[in-house]
């Protein structure tokens, strides 16, 4: 259906295409972003779906598919194969990549703010993480690629900054087409933040069937170890194209690291902007107590279509909690899975 010309999604249409990217995707494209309902699962794939391996989990409310590897939401599995095969990047996109939990929605709120600082100042009082969720701010690949909406993709004005938790070989040709940042974390930290945010929806799911399924791999984009090393690995080999960020180090020092991603992204921080304090400004804009404070980020549900509320997003927002949740036998057991599947790699997660 044509939209009329004074809707509002008309002018923010009008608006859009006369702002370079990236621009807020959820003013023009609304807020169905993370995940398209059952009805619009695709029959795409379905004889190459229906042999993969299956299995369940206690992280997925529905059925795991293994797909190169991977196990994948079973509705996401349709997904991969068409970003693998019609995902176009552009050589300036830049796509935000994670394992869910790992501090997605903070590298999607830094990266939209640094990218977006000369169209929206990141002090300014109209900011957009000041009236959106940061994931309303970034389209999700999966989502759109399971929805048959990737069109919208094509649509956005360039640079467009993508989100995915997809693995690096389900977006084949991003590397070296575009720019891709990637955050990792203490898995331990990991399935403890991951239980806290799954038991908004399943109070009673116990942390042991979290940690089960963290430790031998069958959960949603797992295993987690054979993630984290595509991203690293091609970070080794073209650090011009994919920057591997850690969760701690941006604890750490949240200023530098958003220094070394605005000069990754070919944008690095002028010496007026470095004068008028426009990376603290940034910090400031997307530290945790701001956003969690947010009214925004308070009220409503991730998605009309997945009732888990925002604020599930926003939680303890630091390093090593694990230690309240699980016990020493615990933490070396996962640290020695996660030590022997990295073996030769050369990557360690303490490399702090
Ligand atoms: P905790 O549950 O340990 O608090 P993701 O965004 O990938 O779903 O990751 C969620 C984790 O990132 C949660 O960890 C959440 O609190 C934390 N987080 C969200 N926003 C943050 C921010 N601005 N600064 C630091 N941590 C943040």
Redesign the pocket.
Known sequence: MATPPCSPHFCLASMASAREGPIPFADTHGDTNLVSSPEQREEEHADLIAALPSASAADSPVKLLRYQGFWLPDFYVAAAINLQQRFEPRRDDVIVA?F???????LN?LTFATMARAAYPPAGADHPLLRLNPHQCLPFLEGLFQGGREAELEALPSPRLMNTHMPLPMVPRAVPACRLVYICRDPK?MV??LW??LGRLRPELPFNSVFECTCDGTMSYGPVWDHVLGYWRAAIARPDKVLFLR?EE??RDPAGQVRTLAGFLGTPFSAAEEASGTVDSIVKL???GH??GLEANKIGHLNPLLPIPRDA??????SG?WVNHMTPEMASHLDEIVAEKMRGTGFTFSEL
């Open positions: 994670s869910p939990k790992c501090g997605t929605t903070w709120a930290d403890v933040s806290h945010f969760y941006l604890l997307c530290s945790f956003l969690k997003l926003f939680r303890n927002g630091a909690d």
